[in-house]
């Protein structure tokens, strides 16, 4: 069982930057990827960024540039930081640990981007 606990959303301005936190507890491990998806209202999760257990990393195209994945083992934790924020990129920010046969999802955290 894994649980995942997001912090760090909140209301910024445009331009401005948030570095969204996921602390993982349970069986989790370094050997497992973890991941940001964001969601607004009406539209499908979409991925942000994920992060390999040997720190490779992924991004959408969107988002490259501006954001960026970072982990650390130890503290069993995967940071989100976002730079040269839009009002685009307001949405509900979760943390995502895929498994074998299941995913992990943590209760998500608001990011408002508005001046």
């Known amino acids: 069982q894994v649980q995942l606990v997001e912090s760090g959303g909140g209301l910024v301005q445009p331009g401005g930057s948030l570095r969204l936190s996921c602390a993982a507890s349970?069986?989790?491990?370094?050997?497992?990827?973890m991941g940001w998806y964001r969601q607004t209202p009406g539209k499908q999760r979409e991925l942000v960024a994920a992060?390999?257990?040997?720190?490779?990393?992924n991004y959408a195209d969107s988002m490259k540039g501006r954001f960026t994945i970072s982990r650390d083992n130890a503290k069993k934790t995967v940071y989100l930081q976002m730079n040269s924020l839009k009002p685009e990129d307001a949405a509900v920010y979760y943390c995502?640990?895929?498994?074998?046969?299941?995913?992990?999802w943590g209760q998500g955290t608001q990011v408002t981007v508005s001046s």
């Open positions: 349970g069986s989790i491990f370094s050997i497992h990827a």
């Open positions: 992060i390999s257990g040997g720190g490779s990393t």
């Open positions: 995502n640990v895929p498994a074998v046969g299941i995913d992990y």
